[in-house]
């Protein structure tokens, strides 16, 4: 069984420009969760995609958001960039929307795309 | 503000001995806790899920809950160098959403 995929792997960019991270959920999966972690802030909560529609969103600026296709992989876009957006970004996967239930499974982490903004 | 809070660390332990890691949570309508596992460049891996009060064990692993005085605890007996590590702690309330610690990390040396 696959696990969570995310491309690419690591990125960078330039301040003011925008970036696009995908993520494909565990086949069957319709739940997709976005994280941000940072040294210092550990990991923080951005968003999560269920059934195409966000269902919970984190305290981010509106430089963030993010879309879930029919399939259930979901992309997350930054735009204009910042020095401190430099973090892994993670996406994590799980069978139930969270405004459901906390599964007792919890979340699958995917590998994570290691985004560092020059 | 709903937080998780985790010893930084590192802690460092013999190996063979038990590891205790602990957390402790502010929003009294937490239900649901988790330990995850964090090798360095690694995603976050599941470890122990508990949701009662009292202990569950899964090998190695013992998670503790004690919602009365908000804690969380996480035992590994037994430690072995492999097991060295970040443990994030997470719990979930009426919002479902799990709110991370920041980690403790844990050293075990031969």
């Known amino acids: 069984k696959a696990g969570v995929t995310q491309t690419p792997r690591y990125l960078i960019k330039t301040r003011g420009q925008q970036v696009t991270l995908s993520c494909s959920p565990i086949s069957g999966h319709r739940s997709v969760s976005w994280y941000q972690q940072t040294p210092g802030q550990g990991l923080q909560f951005l968003f999560e995609y269920f059934s195409e529609t966000q269902r919970n969103k984190g305290n981010f600026p509106g430089r963030f958001s993010g879309r879930q296709f029919s399939n259930s992989r979901s992309e997350m876009n930054v735009s204009t960039l910042e020095l401190g957006d430099s973090a892994l970004y993670l996406c994590?996967?799980?069978?139930?929307?969270?405004?459901?239930?906390?599964?007792?499974?919890?979340?699958?982490f995917g590998s994570g795309t290691r985004l560092t903004v020059v | 503000q709903k937080e998780v809070e985790q010893n930084s660390g590192p802690l460092s332990v013999p190996e063979g001995a038990i590891a205790s890691l602990n957390c402790t949570y502010s929003?009294?309508?937490?239900?649901?806790f988790f330990w995850y596992r964090q090798y360095s460049g690694k995603s976050p891996e599941l470890i122990m899920f508990i949701y009662s009060n009292g202990d569950k064990e899964d090998g190695r692993f013992t998670a503790q809950l004690n919602k009365a005085s908000q804690y969380v605890s996480l035992l590994i007996r037994d430690s072995q160098p492999s097991d060295s590590a970040t443990y994030l702690c997470?719990?979930?309330?009426?919002?479902?959403?799990?709110?991370f610690g920041r980690g403790t990390s844990l050293i075990v040396h031969p």
């Open positions: 997470a719990g979930s309330g009426g919002s479902y959403i799990p709110t």
């Open positions: 929003d009294r309508g937490s239900q649901s």
């Open positions: 994590a996967s799980s069978p139930t929307a969270l405004y459901y239930e906390t599964p007792s499974n919890g979340y699958t």
